[in-house]
């Protein structure tokens, strides 16, 4: 059975701090592991890493993998308030190509402190 | 941008009753699915969709869930005779090709009492 597991639960720090969110994985299969952001409702994409090493980057967060070690990072620097969500990892296999389905992580709440 | 739509946004029923959760998929997406999220554990996989059959599903959906497109634009699931169990918020997405692309509609959050 394919398996996420993010650490931490959940993040509490302050305005301006920088962070990293932890994601490690076991599946059969993979193809690429994908990252989101949950703030009220639906998950939101920020990024999907197929290959070891190559950091992707979007304004203040980027996120890396390491498929030998089966994990990624996300990190944000100088958070905001707005930064606050639960920060969901999944993974993405090969069962039938088009059909993939995504096995998620339990998420990390980061919450940014004013 | 091009937007998953679900209705409603919060449905309450009675345990044993019938539901069907409604989703409108992006129009020129190919490939649909249904997760759910019960409150505080991850979201989890329960069906995808593909040229009007399903091509995969997991274990939590049994025989009381069913997903249709009855019209070319609606794509339904269908929960037969819930159970408190079923409480969970459900989301559709849509892609046009496997997770590239893949877009979450804002949710149903269905309370089962």
């Known amino acids: 059975e394919d398996k996420v597991v993010q650490s931490p639960l959940s993040l509490v720090v302050h305005e301006g701090d920088t962070v990293t969110l932890n994601c490690s994985y076991e599946v059969t299969n993979f193809r690429s592991l994908l990252w989101y952001k949950q703030e009220k409702k639906a998950p939101t994409f920020l990024f999907m890493l197929t290959s070891s090493g190559i950091e992707k980057k979007s304004g203040r967060l980027s996120s890396i993998l390491d498929k030998k070690e089966l994990f990624s990072i996300l990190n944000i620097t100088a958070t905001q308030t707005g930064d606050s969500a639960v920060y969901l990892c999944a993974v993405e296999a090969w069962p039938n190509f088009g059909n993939e389905k995504l096995t998620f992580g339990t998420g990390t709440r980061l919450t940014i402190i004013p | 941008e091009p937007e998953v739509t679900q209705t409603p946004s919060h449905q309450v029923t009675q345990m044993g009753q019938e539901v069907i959760l409604r989703c409108v998929p992006i129009s020129n997406h190919l490939y649909f699915y249904w997760y759910r999220q019960i409150l505080g554990q991850k979201v989890e996989f329960l069906v995808s969709f593909y040229n009007n059959e399903i091509s995969e599903k997991s274990e939590i959906f049994d025989d009381q869930f069913s997903v249709e497109r009855p019209d070319g634009s609606n794509f339904t699931l269908k929960i037969r005779s819930t159970k408190l169990e079923d409480s969970a918020m459900y989301f559709c997405?849509?892609?046009?090709?496997?997770?590239?692309?893949?877009?979450f509609g804002s949710g149903t959050r269905l309370t089962v009492v």
């Open positions: 997405a849509s892609s046009e090709q496997g997770v590239r692309g893949y877009t």
